[in-house]
């Protein structure tokens, strides 16, 4: 598999999420708007974030978001999602963003970011949890 830069691989497993970026997501050049790209990113890493906390998780802030190239209309993009730290309340997951043409194998980071999640209970309130356990 031909990559964008040298050296530069996707993440090891499976994405969070797999999506085709569409039409309605674009500016009139073709290009898909960053905004659509986040909440791509930020569904990812919530689908971790309630994954480890075992619950409903809020997120709090975005950092280090990082536009690296361009995602167009018809690539599909692929969302990966590592978690960094835990907290009593919180979690800190590294999320970055992978486009493919349609027809081609070659795939680039496109966007990178670190994202932060709080544990809420049923009154919207921080929640302490423990993470499971690692082999």
Known sequence: MTQGVPGETPPAGVPMIRTIAMP??????????????MSQMDLAAGNLAARVARGRCVTVSADAMSFLRPVKIGDEVSVYCELLSTGRTSLKINVEAWRRRRNTHEEYRV???????V???????????SPPETP
Not at 111 to 117: C, Q, R
Request: hydrophobic content about 40%; glycine content about 12%.
């Open 111 to 117: 966007t990178k970011a670190v994202f932060t999640f």
């Open 119 to 129: 544990a809420i209970d049923a009154e919207g309130k921080p929640r302490p949890f």
């Open 24 to 37: 309605a997501d674009s500016n009139p050049d073709g290009d898909i708007f960053g905004g659509w790209l």
